[in-house]
């Protein structure tokens, strides 16, 4: 009877072996999957869209063009009528019995000193230019925002998976010690110990599920819909080579980086800001045509008349001229600096994120390649020596702890390298391997 019992739950023993090694290898489905599969390229054209932040930058940037219009406009022409010469013991006369008194019409328009118009236009259409390349770095922000939520939901949800694959063998694992310890071929203490682990998993899954949740709201924030609207699963990938070196990127990023158009623009501004304030040491004038209309009274056969007449400002008082031209000087200074911090900001940050790409890449390629198959034959070899008692019951739970943290760390690389390229895409201001689907 005892040779009986001790075949049966043998046989079950291996049949539990095989099972958790079919488990191992097995494909686990996200939790999520019920929801269907997001669109990276859907998100980020809902995303820009819908984004308050983005609309109110658009009306802000027509805002301006409107006043870059104004500036270069004239002002409006005026217009006089007026009673010259009454007299005073007549002064409801109108001038009927006085050859002096006369009904005037006139007209006057403001001219700016040449080339004042063109300048100030020159300069609010400038600053319109800087808030719209604005608006396109905002619009490279929020895609990077979308993307690395986006793939931080993949890491999230492929590590759900492993945690749940890994409660399952851990399953298998308890019920092949208590096969084993009914037979009096085990302890309990490996019971115990393969029931800590799997409520330690428990705790993971727990954790996992709040992030998930997290960045879902994340995500809803920032494509403007309700924070509790469910997202769905994200499709798998390969890693997208860049195929520019880190010199043609920044290459790129001079031509294409809206920050940097930005910048070039404020710089331009304070430039033409510049030539404005040296305009003001010259007049501006005014021009004035009055028509008089006369009536023949006291022997004066009362012709009309007419007078033309310029005026304009004395540009005296140099302290605010000055002033003016202090301030443009500095504005200009301020955006050129800036832009040559940007720059180099730009170089550092192409060469920083090339190196954390390398380097996610061959982790990737390492584990997928090496460690991974090898901590899979390990646990396996495990596994069968536990169950003939050649190894005891740490060294498998070793076997599958060592295998859980690297597919962990390989879904980690992966979904980085994927955050990486799109702060590069953000960086140099285009994309650079194509939309994930």
């Not at 005037?104 to 259409?125: D, H």
């Not at 040491?281 to 028509?291: C, I, K, V, W």
């Not at 033309?308 to 031209?325: D, I, K, Y």
């Amino acid at each position: 009877m005892k040779i009986m019992a001790f075949l049966f739950f043998s046989r079950r023993g291996w049949l539990l072996s095989l099972l958790v090694l079919l488990t191992i290898r097995a494909t686990v489905s996200c939790a999520a999957e019920s929801l269907g599969q997001e669109s990276l390229p859907t998100l980020i054209q809902e995303a820009l869209a819908s984004n308050p932040e983005l609309k109110s930058s658009e009306a802000r940037w027509k805002m301006y063009v409107g006043k870059s219009r104004q500036a270069g406009a004239l002002e409006d022409p005026m217009v006089m009528f007026k009673l010259q010469s009454l007299l005073v013991k007549e002064p409801f006369s109108l001038g009927g019995t006085d050859s002096q008194t006369a009904k005037v019409i006139g007209l006057s328009q403001q001219l700016p000193y040449w080339g004042k118009r063109g300048i100030r236009e020159e300069v609010a259409r400038h600053e319109a230019e800087s808030y719209r390349w604005t608006i396109e770095e905002r619009k490279l922000e929020l895609s990077r925002m979308v993307k690395e939520v986006y793939y931080q939901l993949w890491a999230v949800d492929k590590n759900i998976g492993v945690t749940e694959k890994n409660i399952r063998i851990l399953g298998d694992f308890v019920a092949i010690a208590e096969s084993k310890y009914a037979v009096g071929q085990g302890v309990q203490q490996d019971i115990f110990k393969a029931g800590l682990e799997k409520s330690k998993l428990f705790d993971m899954q727990i954790s996992l599920k709040q992030q998930r949740r997290s960045l879902e709201a994340n995500l809803n924030y920032l494509l403007c819909r309700p924070g509790t609207t469910p997202v769905g699963t994200i499709a798998d990938f390969t890693l997208p080579t860049v195929p520019f070196s880190g010199e043609q990127l920044g290459e790129h990023a001079l031509e294409e980086r809206p920050q940097l158009k930005s910048l070039d623009s404020l710089a331009r501004k304070g430039e033409a800001a510049h030539r404005l304030a040296q305009k003001e040491y010259y007049p501006d004038f005014t021009l004035s045509a009055e028509y008089m209309f006369r009536r023949e009274a006291m022997g004066d056969p009362g012709n009309d008349m007419f007078s033309l007449g310029v005026t304009f400002n004395l540009p005296v008082h140099s302290e605010r001229r000055q002033a003016m031209l202090a301030e443009s000087s500095s504005e200009n200074t301020m955006a050129v600096e800036e832009l040559n911090a940007l720059k180099n900001s730009i170089s550092y940050a192409i060469g920083d994120t090339l190196s954390r790409m390398e380097r996610r890449r061959k982790l990737v390629e390492l584990y997928q390649g090496g460690i991974i198959p090898q901590a899979e034959q390990s646990l396996e070899s495990a596994l069968i020596s536990y169950r003939v008692n050649k190894v005891d019951f740490l060294t498998l739970l070793d076997g599958r702890v060592s295998l859980f943290n690297y597919e962990r760390e390989l879904y980690e690389s992966q979904a980085d390298y994927m955050m990486q390229l799109a702060r590069l895409e953000a960086t140099v201001g285009r994309e650079l391997a194509g939309n994930v689907k």
